[in-house]
Structures are given as C-alpha cells and as structure tokens.
C-alpha cells in the first residue's frame, strides 16, 4: 500500500504586527513536521509565537534548488512542510517557487495559507487605481540598470509597485523623479503595520523631498506605488507597440509576436494580442 504523501504548506506571515498571523496559519506552523524559512534565527520568533515546535531549516535563494530536493523526499514520506518567508506571503520577490513546481511534479499537494503581503497592504491605501497594477519588485541595485528598466515602464499605463530598502530609498526616488517626472503621484508606505508607520502620498518630487528632509524616513521597509502613465505617453507608447507587432506578426504566430514587442516597446502584451 503506497504511503500516503505529505502536503506543502505555503504560509503567509505577519509583514510586522504578529497579531496579523491567521488562526489557521498559526494551527499549520504548529501541526507541519518541518518549516522551512527564508532565515531561520528571523523566524524564530514568529514559530514561538504561533506555539510552534516543528524543525526549522534555512531555504532561501543560494540553497533552494538542492533543499527543493530534501523537503521533496520529506512529502513523499508522509511530512507536511510549511513554507514561510521572512515577512509576508512566500514567492513575493522571495524564494520558493523551484520548491513548488518540484513538490507538484513529485505529485504532492500544495496548499496556500493566504495572509499579509507588503505590496497588497501598500496598494490598499495608496488610493491609485487598483483595477489593474504591475508588480515589479525591487528595482536593480545598479544606478545605470535602475534606470534603464524605469526607462522601460515610464509609458505603463498600469499601476506599478516597488520594493525598496532604505540603502537605496533616496536614489530610487531620485531615478524615479527623473524619468517619470515630478508631478507623477505617487505613495510611499514604511513599515506598514509597525510602529512607525508611514504613508505619504504625493507627487514624486513632494515625496523625494520629504524623505531628504527627514532622515528618519530613510530607515526601514518601503513599498513604492506609482501611478501609471496618462494620455499621449501611454498612448504613444500602444501606438509603437502597434507598429513593432504588425512587423513581427509577418514572421511570428500572434501570441509570440505581442510578446516580443511589449518587451521591446514597454505596451501591454495584451492589448497587442487583441
């Protein structure tokens, strides 16, 4: 008789304020075999919290693809295995995939505990159009690479989101001014849901200067929620997409085609398509 196979847990955790973490996250991270966490010595805390005594091991970017391996050979036999990033739900600009894919192709369920994520939480109150947004993580590290792909979304006509960290806060906020223009509103949400929490909407040029007038707003966790463009850049910018399909579209199927000039010309790929 086959053993019956375990099931991966991936589990949303509090973004900073514990009392955020679900009753039902709390009642896997106390029932799973095994948690595995982005930083073990960071999660700590939180496994306390939730009453958990399951073993912690570190998965995180430099490992995952030979950890993926270890918490595979767990499920198959029988071992449910939380997944749990340093704060907010896993795969959010965090590891994890490789082990999700590697978990469905060994056949083993995977179950998804939702709960807090920085960039929905930021979204929520940024009062920008929400209908439709592009989460783009954290920008490159890089000036001239930080530039080039702002350059690429400056015509977005989507909502766009971005991690920072408070290394490179005030540069990012100076490419952005640059390239999107001052007047482009904009939220920066800090520390959401800890105690210093900070939202600031404005135009960017109001908000670069409110952080380099206030060191203390230089320090923490940021999301960036940018409005996208309006009227003749994000119109220009179809109209270009347009042109550069039409040209693919006598070598290429139509869904390779749209694909290829979004990535060359920034437009939306679906728009292209139909």
């Not at 996250?25 to 005594?53: C, I, N, Y």
């Not at 909407?201 to 309006?230: H, K, M, N, Y």
Request: negative net charge; contains cysteine.
């Amino acid at each position: 008789m086959e053993r019956k196979r375990g099931k991966l847990f991936i589990v949303a955790t509090p973004i900073g304020n514990l009392d955020d973490l679900s009753p039902r996250a709390r009642e896997v991270l106390r029932t799973v075999a095994l948690v595995a966490a982005e930083d073990t010595r960071h999660s700590a805390p939180l496994l306390a919290h939730a009453g958990s005594r399951a073993r912690a091991f570190a998965l995180h970017e430099h490992n995952e693809r030979e950890q993926a391996e270890r918490v595979v050979e767990r499920l198959l036999d029988g071992d449910d295995v939380a997944l749990v990033s340093d704060a907010g739900t896993p795969l959010v600009s965090d590891p994890g995939y490789r082990l999700v894919r590697a978990a469905r192709e060994a056949g083993c369920e995977v179950s998804p505990v939702p709960g807090p994520c920085a960039a929905i939480a930021a979204l929520s109150v940024a009062g920008l159009a929400s209908d439709r947004f592009v989460f783009e993580g954290f920008l490159p590290a890089k000036a001239a690479a930080r530039r080039e792909r702002l350059v690429a979304l400056a015509a977005e006509a989507r909502t766009l989101i971005f991690y920072e960290s408070s290394h490179r806060i005030v540069e990012a906020l100076a490419d952005l001014v640059a390239v999107f223009g001052a007047a482009r509103a904009a939220v920066l949400a800090r520390e959401l849901t800890k105690l210093f929490e900070t939202v600031i909407a404005a135009p960017l040029a109001d908000i670069q200067a409110r952080v380099l007038a206030d060191p203390d707003q230089q320090r923490g966790e940021f999301v960036l929620v940018v409005a996208g463009a309006e009227g003749e850049a994000a119109d220009a910018t179809l109209a270009e997409g347009r042109r550069v399909f039409a040209l693919l579209r006598e070598e290429l199927p139509p869904a390779r085609a749209a694909k290829l000039a979004a990535a060359i010309t920034g437009a939306p790929r679906k728009a292209l398509y139909e």
